[in-house]
T-cell receptor, first 109, second 112 residues
Framework: GESVGLHLPTLSVQEGDNSIINCAYSNSASDYFIWYKQESGKGPQFIIDIRSNMDKRQGQRVTVLLNKTVKHLSLQIAATQPGDSAVYFC????????FGSGTKLNVKP | DTAVSQTPKYLVTQMGNDKSIKCEQN?????MYWYKQDSKKFLKIMFSYNNKELIINETVPNRFSPKSPDKAHLNLHINSLELGDSAVYFCASSQWGDSEAFFGQGTRLTVV
């Protein structure tokens, strides 16, 4: 069936480096994507979204890139900090709140 | 003020018992959700209510029964608890059509 999913279960980066978390989707009709961050012991929290009429959207230290040709999006975190350690989920509006598995980001000091 | 609050935060109970988890949101949203997150962090939607009406009902055992007395509350009742029900349950709310959902802190249910 249609799905939205993440490539890697765990990503480890050095503090100060940039992080890239990838996500693939299968439904060509998907036109809106959402990223959530879940810190340990807390519920997921909205980070950023992007519509399919955009290739890139920037927030504070985060950038979302969308490649509709290969049905892929990524979340880039600049100058990763210990506070960025969390599980990251992507979801699309069609499967609006179907999160599936996330990617756990570990930030090494 | 907590936007989405769940009680209890921790729940340990024996197999076969019946338990309830309560959820309240003070954001004025019209849609509420229950999610289950397993030990591998897989976050799966269980139910969704919009204006007190059930709109999403995933493949969940009928031992799980959501109840929405009003738009601000969505409670989850679980009958005959099983070991496999052990997980963290999250309540969330949103305004229908908005991209952002607000999650509660979660209820860690342990069935022994």
């Amino acid at each position: 069936g249609e799905s939205v999913g993440l490539h890697l279960p765990t990503l480890s980066v050095q503090e100060g480096d940039n992080s890239i978390i990838n996500c693939a989707y299968s439904n060509s009709a998907s036109d809106y994507f959402i990223w959530y961050k879940q810190e340990s012991g807390k519920g997921p929290q909205f980070i950023i979204d992007i519509r399919s009429n955009m290739d890139k959207r920037q927030g504070q230290r985060v950038t979302v890139l969308l490649n509709k040709t290969v049905k892929h999006l990524s979340l880039q975190i600049a100058a990763t900090q210990p506070g960025d350690s969390a599980v990251y989920f992507c979801a699309d509006l069609i499967n609006k709140f179907y999160f599936g598995s996330g990617t756990k980001l570990n930030v090494k000091p | 003020d907590t936007a989405v609050s769940q009680t209890p935060k921790y729940l340990v109970t024996q197999m076969g018992n019946d338990k309830s988890i309560k959820c309240e949101q003070n954001l004025g949203h019209d849609t509420m959700y229950w999610y289950k997150q397993d030990s591998k962090k897989f976050l799966k939607i269980m139910f969704s209510y919009n204006n007190k009406e059930l709109i999403i009902n995933e493949t969940v055992p009928n031992r799980f029964s959501p109840k929405s007395p009003d738009k601000a509350h969505l409670n989850l009742h679980i009958n005959s608890l099983e070991l496999g029900d052990s997980a963290v349950y999250f309540c969330a709310s949103s305004q229908w059509g908005d991209s952002e959902a607000f999650f509660g802190q979660g209820t860690r249910l342990t069935v022994v």
